[in-house]
């Protein structure tokens, strides 16, 4: 039998029309950048029960938890369509901008992970639970999205379209514009920002499917490194103003705005009416490297959800579902 | 079938499309189809937050879409 390569593994994806019925033609077709992909996820745990002869229970299967979790570069073709399934909503404008802001009710997704002419696994009724971006001077932008589904289906056949991935622009940190509090100092040298659904599984009594899935608290998480230029960014977390001398009870929050363009008309940006700051550390080098301070933040509560984060996709597709190929 | 319902929602002045989930039906407005009614004021609450959409609460007729 023939030996498969490593780097073939892909995911197709594509937006349900409705709970309880996937989708049977997908929009996507996604690269890997690492290991990933679909587990039906068997949760398999052993009852004890006494035993005469000491041995070790056997093993049950006690129900099901379909995940998938992949990573890969972020595209503008691409990121519309996952912007969407952790926000929940999306518009449509002009040529084109695509304007994901979170809503309480996720859509689902059918995903197909495949080992080309090997192995075909379908989950349906799949919810995205989390998404991250990542990226540091001299590296790619990575995103890694975390998804449930409600059931799995083995050896199912494999797609055919899209034939072939996003062949467009991988985006770079040279790319990146970090915004805060109006101005984009330059000396952001590194950034992560996690979008968290907390999705919860309803199991019911469907055997090893799922009744449903619901999102929880809406957490959105950040971190960066930058470049120390002074004692700012410590007296505002700690004193509430860049000029501060007193500790003060409040948590410092400003305006952010994070962009990775390639061009005005293919690029994200993250945009947060307000971060809150929850860690601050100026490290030590005692090998006499530079300084570059870390910061942790979190979006703040709004009146208005979609001002806690935003996501706009500039590509060349008509909607967030329309097939990058 | 358009939905028929309480309260309205409808795609904003210069939005060509919008897509978002109602209970467990994925909904796509568009130009053609500008318009998404429901009876559930909990999701009118979410959806006429939304900056792409305004909602009115008063009854509409059957020319709603959905």
């Known amino acids: 039998m023939a030996v498969t390569p490593g780097n073939t593994r892909v995911i197709y994806g594509a937006v349900q029309s409705a709970k309880g019925t996937p989708a049977t033609a997908p929009t996507h077709k996604f690269s890997l950048n690492s290991d990933g992909a679909g587990n039906p996820g068997r949760e398999i745990i052993t009852l004890p029960e006494t035993d005469a002869t000491m041995q070790r229970p056997d093993n049950t299967v006690v129900g099901s938890s379909p995940v998938l979790e992949w990573s890969n570069w972020v595209r503008g073709s691409e990121f519309a369509f996952l912007a969407k399934g952790i926000q929940g909503a999306n518009a449509d404008a002009g040529t084109f901008t695509h304007t994901a802001t979170p809503v309480q ?51 199912v056949t494999e797609p055919i379209v899209p034939a072939a991935q996003a062949t467009d622009q991988k985006f770079s940190y040279p790319m990146v514009t970090v915004t805060i509090g109006g101005v984009a100092p330059g000396t952001f040298d590194a950034f992560s920002l996690t979008i968290n659904r907390n999705v919860t599984v309803l199991r019911g009594d469907l055997g090893l499917a799922s009744y449903d899935s619901v999102a929880g608290i809406y957490a959105v998480e950040g971190t960066a490194r930058k470049i120390y230029t002074g004692d700012a960014d410590f007296r505002k977390f700690h004193g509430g103003s860049a000029a501060a001398t007193t500790l003060t009870t409040a948590i410092f929050s400003e305006t952010f705005s994070l962009q990775v363009a390639a061009s005005a008309t293919n690029k994200v940006v993250f945009t947060s009416s307000s971060v809150e700051y929850t860690e601050t550390t100026v490290p030590v080098n005692v090998d006499g490297a530079p300084i570059l301070s870390e910061l942790a933040f979190s979006t703040k509560r709004q009146p208005v959800w979609a001002n806690n984060l935003t996501i706009v996709t500039t590509n060349s597709l008509a909607t967030a579902d329309t097939s990058p190929t | 079938m358009a939905t028929k319902g309480k309260f309205k929602v409808e795609l904003k002045s210069g939005v060509d499309g919008a897509q978002f989930q109602a209970d467990d039906k994925h909904i796509e407005l568009t130009s053609d189809n500008p318009t998404f009614e429901t009876d559930d004021p909990a999701l009118y609450a979410g959806l006429s937050q939304l900056p792409f959409l305004k909602g009115s609460a008063a009854p509409t007729s059957e020319k709603a879409g959905g």
Not at chain 1, 143 to 150: A, D, E, N, Q, R
Request: charged letters at 10%; a negative charge.
């Open chain 1, 105 to 155: 009710t996720l859509p689902y997704y059918t995903f197909w992970d495949v080992v080309p002419g090997s192995q075909c696994t379908r989950f349906d009724d799949c919810r995205f639970s989390s998404l991250a971006v990542s990226g540091e001077a001299l590296a790619g932008i990575a995103y890694t999205v975390s998804i449930v589904g409600l059931s799995a289906t083995l050896g």
